[in-house]
Nanobody, 126 residues
Framework: EVQLVESGGGSVQAGGSLRLSCTAS????????MGWYRQAPGNECELVSA???????YYAGSVKGRFTISRDNAKNTVYLQMNSLKPEDAAVYYC????????????????????WGQGTQVTVSS
């Protein structure tokens, strides 16, 4: 059974930092692409960042230069370091692994395209 368990969300002031972690089990982590999505109320579920099994990276334009994704294959864990947080970054953040490929936008963060974690809330106050 695939399991993705996130941690590290919380509340910060604008300009602050948070680090999200996601530990995976139930599949071959080394061979899998991993992504971080987020969903704010009224919005679609968008791919914020991804790290592919070959190490290549993706960042949404809105977070490029502020967020850094990384993975530790020995720990089956993917991280998202979020710096210079803005109020518009506030959302529930979800770790995901695709059944086939990651897509940039899905209608919701439990869409069948991916396996999903439970989500972790990020709140950014101005």
């Amino acid at each position: 059974e695939v399991q993705l368990v996130e941690s590290g969300g919380g509340s910060v002031q604008a300009g602050g930092s948070l680090r999200l972690s996601c530990t995976a089990s139930g599949f071959t982590f080394d061979d899998s692409d991993m992504g971080w999505y987020r969903q704010a109320p009224g919005n679609e579920c968008e791919l914020v960042s991804a790290i592919h099994s070959d190490g290549s990276l993706y960042y949404a334009g809105s977070v490029k230069g502020r967020f850094t994704i990384s993975r530790d294959n020995a720990k089956n864990t993917v991280y998202l370091q979020m710096n210079s947080l803005k109020p518009e970054d506030a959302a529930v953040y979800y770790c995901a692994s695709p059944r086939v490929v990651l897509v940039v936008v899905v209608p919701n963060c439990y869409h069948e395209n991916n396996y999903w974690g439970q989500g972790t809330q990020v709140t950014v106050s101005s």
